[in-house]
């Protein structure tokens, strides 16, 4: 029931009761699809916890280690832990790996060699590669070693080009890189068994290509993993999915362990590779961090198929639709005025619990062509399985948004924003 309680102290922190009353509605419709969300994280809270039991995850793995980092057996228990998870080979779980694009990045260049090609057979990746790739030129870049880079594109209906694609694969093609999420381009977010396909299609015409897969915002929306279903490499940021939001910096590569070992050489030192790297007491948080991560992940998802849903009551367009099957957690919402960005980041900073007080307001930002707008009051600075939205401010005006580390906060945000829009006379009830 909607208790009196509860409603008074939704009108106390700023929501109007019609709007309560369309939520209330919205939710109901959404019962069974929740439960179904419960049901995935249900299965992989045991695929977590079963995972920590078969490695004896104990007390002793939450002490750190400085320096070198000789012996960490929490570290080691942890990589284990998220090999086991992943199923797969071996693991590089690292506070060392500061971000998605640095765990990437290390993974890529671990894995390639002057002369090599790297295909992306899904278009372009994520804007933070560009540079990595050298796709656009870039100090450092992968291009600057003399490895060179191909592209297929998607099709016009945002499917795999296989005709593209095997014309694309030649002797040289050591890696192929493929994004699971859209990020914030308006292309689809592929399934695990949708890239399955696709690996399993490239390895067929190339048996020894490295398949790897950018799981970002991807980890346990579905029931299996890329490395289910072929994948030979793994790559993510802890400040996203699988850190469950306290994991206060870090990445992970999982996969075949001559991969991985690969990755290591590159991220400490050839000959080095996994048997340094100092925990500096982060173990706790890394290992409760993953273990919330499946119920994390469910409340995020949650939260972007009710904005779905209520945005889409407005007749606003939105990626994915309120119906449709979810592969990411993030949520695009087309406002188609810049009055409604401001007023929609305005509501999800509103809403935080850290530094609700301050204003967002758009700016330029280097990589960007216009103004952007950025909405977070994260406990982790930039976490983005924390509450937060994002836009460029230019046409159609798409906020994207994602996080939430319980329903109940993704839903508050959610309507918090609405407010804002219904306040500034943007919508209509
Ligand atoms: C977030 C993200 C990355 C990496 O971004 P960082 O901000 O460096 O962690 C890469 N690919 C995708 C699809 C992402 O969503």
Not at 34 to 41: G, L, M, S, T, V
Not at 238 to 266: D, M, S, T
Not at 321 to 336: C, M, N, S
Request: hydrophobic residues 40%.
């Amino acid at each position: 029931m909607f208790t009196k309680d509860l409603k008074t102290f939704y009108n106390k922190m700023g929501i109007d009761s019609k709007l309560l009353e369309l939520s209330r509605k919205i939710e109901g419709e959404l019962k069974e699809r929740f439960n179904h969300i419960d049901e995935i994280a249900e299965y992989n809270q045991l695929k977590v916890l079963n995972a920590m039991q078969e490695n004896k995850v104990s007390d002793a793995h939450f002490s750190g280690t400085t320096g070198y980092g000789y012996d960490d057996i929490g570290r080691d228990t942890l990589e284990q832990v998220y090999a086991d998870v992943f199923h797969t080979e071996d693991a590089l779980v690292r506070p060392q790996l500061i971000s998605g694009t640095h765990a990437l990045t290390v993974a890529l260049a671990g894995n390639l060699r002057p002369g090599d090609e790297l295909l992306s057979p899904v278009g372009k990746p994520y804007d933070t590669l560009e540079g990595v790739i050298g796709i656009k030129e870039t100090k450092g870049s992968l291009a600057e070693y003399g490895i060179k880079y191909r592209q297929v594109d998607l099709k016009a209906d945002g499917s795999f080009d296989y005709d593209k694609i095997r014309e694309a694969i030649n002797p040289k093609t050591k890696l192929a890189t493929i994004q699971r999420s859209k990020g914030y381009d308006d292309r689809p977010t592929f399934s695990v068994e949708q890239i399955g396909e696709l690996i399993s299609f490239m390895k067929k015409i190339k048996p020894d290509l490295i398949c790897m897969v950018d799981n970002c915002y991807g980890e346990f929306v579905e029931l299996i993993e890329p490395t289910d279903v072929g994948a030979d490499l793994c790559v993510g940021s802890l400040i996203k999915n699988p850190g469950g939001g306290l994991a206060p910096v870090g990445g992970y590569i999982v996969g075949k362990q001559e991969y991985v070992e690969n990755a290591a050489y590159r991220l400490t030192a050839p000959g080095l590779g996994k048997e340094v790297g100092p925990t500096l007491g982060l173990n706790t948080s890394l290992f409760q961090g993953f273990f919330l991560a499946p119920t994390v992940v469910s409340a995020a998802i949650k939260g972007a198929i009710f904005a779905a849903k209520l945005y889409e009551h407005f007749g606003f367009e939105v990626l994915p639709d309120g119906v449709e099957d979810r592969y990411d957690i993030i949520q695009a919402v087309t406002l188609d005025s810049p009055d409604a960005v401001i007023a929609f980041c305005e509501g999800i900073q509103a809403a935080a619990p850290v530094d609700s007080f301050v204003t967002p307001v758009p700016y330029a930002m280097p990589g960007y062509n216009c103004d952007v707008i950025m909405a977070a009051g994260a406990f982790i600075q930039g976490a983005s399985i924390e509450l937060s939205a994002d836009a460029p401010i230019r046409p159609p005006y798409t906020v994207f948004f994602q996080g939430g580390l319980t329903w109940q906060h993704a839903k508050y945000g959610i309507l918090m924003s609405l407010q804002k829009l219904l306040d500034k006379k943007l919508i209509q009830l």
